[in-house]
Nanobody, 121 residues
Framework: QVHLVESGGGLVQPGGSLTISCAASGNMYRVNVMGWYRQAPGKQRELVAA???????TYAPSFEGRFSISGDVASGTVTLQMNGLKPDDTAVYFC???????????????WGQGTQVTVSS
């Protein structure tokens, strides 16, 4: 069993930056990839980015260049740095994990409870 806990969400003004973090615990041998999804009001959950134990990031096209994922999967930590935030980025951001990159990109094994990010003036 893997347990994911997000932190760092909050209110930020348009154009601002915010960093959210995730800490994993439990059976870490089942975790080779961690990442982030988000769900905006009235919309489906969507992939934001993933990060492998080897340090390789993967981004959904709409986030590359504006968001940056980093971390240490072996230690169970992953961080999402978000820049140039827009009101459309308002969403609940979920930390996810899985054994393979394909798992995290398609159907993550484990989900955190989520952290709210609100972009508003």
């Amino acid at each position: 069993q893997v347990h994911l806990v997000e932190s760092g969400g909050g209110l930020v003004q348009p154009g601002g930056s915010l960093t959210i973090s995730c800490a994993a615990s439990g059976n870490m041998y089942r975790v080779n990839v961690m990442g982030w999804y988000r769900q905006a009001p009235g919309k489906q959950r969507e992939l934001v980015a993933a990060f492998t134990r080897g340090g390789q990031p993967t981004y959904a096209p709409s986030f590359e260049g504006r968001f940056s994922i980093s971390g240490d999967v072996a230690s169970g930590t992953v961080t999402l740095q978000m820049n140039g935030l827009k009101p459309d980025d308002t969403a609940v951001y979920f930390c996810v994990s899985g054994l393979t990159l394909g798992t995290v990109l398609g159907n993550p094994t484990t989900w955190g409870q989520g952290t709210q990010v609100t972009v508003s003036s």
